[in-house]
């Protein structure tokens, strides 16, 4: 049995944000399978690993940016898989929940909040 609650896509330009994402998602139980900076990679890797949940940060570098790169995921690829378009990191633990059913999340977890990121 996977130990983690969800396998996550996460797709995100900037390396402080996607640390921050990164750790708040670890700690919460879930497993990151793929981290992408492009548009175009991140939609491959949505093909190739089927996440359950997809985080977007920032525009993405690329000719596929966030906005595209979910229309086409939703369109395409993975129409009925959560996708979070995260504009601030401290933003993901309220997004998940209105995304996710309270009931849902595991019990064990102990995430409160994201960490400070670097200014």
């Not at 896509?9 to 492009?38: F, K, N, P, Q, S």
């Not at 690329?62 to 990191?89: H, K, R």
Request: proline share 8%; charged share 20%; net charge negative.
């Amino acid at each position: 049995m996977n130990p983690f609650f969800l396998r996550v896509l996460l797709a995100a330009d900037a390396a402080h944000d996607t640390t921050a994402i990164e750790h708040y998602l670890h700690d919460a139980g879930h497993e990151v399978v793929r981290v992408e900076a492009r548009g175009e990679a991140a939609l491959k890797a949505a093909r190739l690993v089927h996440p359950d949940l997809v985080v977007l940060s920032g525009p993405l570098h690329g000719g596929l940016d966030a906005v595209a790169l979910a229309e086409t995921l939703q369109e395409q690829v993975l129409a009925p898989t959560p996708i979070i378009v995260v504009t601030d990191p401290a933003e993901l633990p309220a997004l998940l929940a209105l995304q996710i059913p309270a009931a849902a999340w595991p019990c064990h977890s102990e995430a409160s909040s994201l960490p400070e990121a670097d200014a």
